[in-house]
């Protein structure tokens, strides 16, 4: 039996991986500074359809790449959402926490002056 040696050129799934990876980063970098102000709305959006572009030229669809831009943008934004929820509820409950401990306090006190 002959042996049958293949030959697969991967570099262009690699070079695709990279590209991705690159593009989700972008898009990281973008959420944060729109969420954080440093952006507008405008510039956010544009750097968006530049990251379309670049994941166009990997042989991604216009309709395709539209998708997954948009859907991964959100989800950045969501988690970037959730979290600051997240931490403005840790303050208030931290916030709770003190005033309970005060109320303590003070009655602890008046309890011990009205004897």
């Known amino acids: 039996m002959?042996?049958?040696?293949?030959?697969?050129?991967?570099?262009?799934?690699?070079?695709?991986?990279?590209?991705?990876?690159?593009?989700?980063?972008?898009?990281?970098?973008?959420?944060?500074?729109?969420?954080?102000?440093?952006?507008?709305?405008?510039?956010?959006?544009?750097?968006?359809?530049?990251?379309?572009?670049i994941l166009r030229q990997t042989g991604v669809s216009v309709s395709k790449a539209t998708t997954m831009i948009h859907s991964y943008a959100k989800s950045v934004l969501e988690a970037k959402s959730a979290q600051d929820k997240a931490a403005d509820m840790s303050q208030w409950f931290s916030a709770q926490r003190r005033r309970m401990q005060m109320m303590k306090e003070s009655e602890r006190i008046a309890a011990q002056q009205a004897r």
Not at 13 to 32: F, Y
């Open 2 to 53: 002959a042996d049958l040696k293949l030959s697969i050129d991967v570099s262009d799934a690699i070079k695709a991986t990279q590209t991705l990876r690159k593009v989700e980063s972008n898009i990281r970098q973008l959420s944060a500074r729109v969420a954080s102000g440093s952006i507008t709305q405008d510039t956010y959006n544009k750097g968006l359809r530049q990251q379309n572009a």
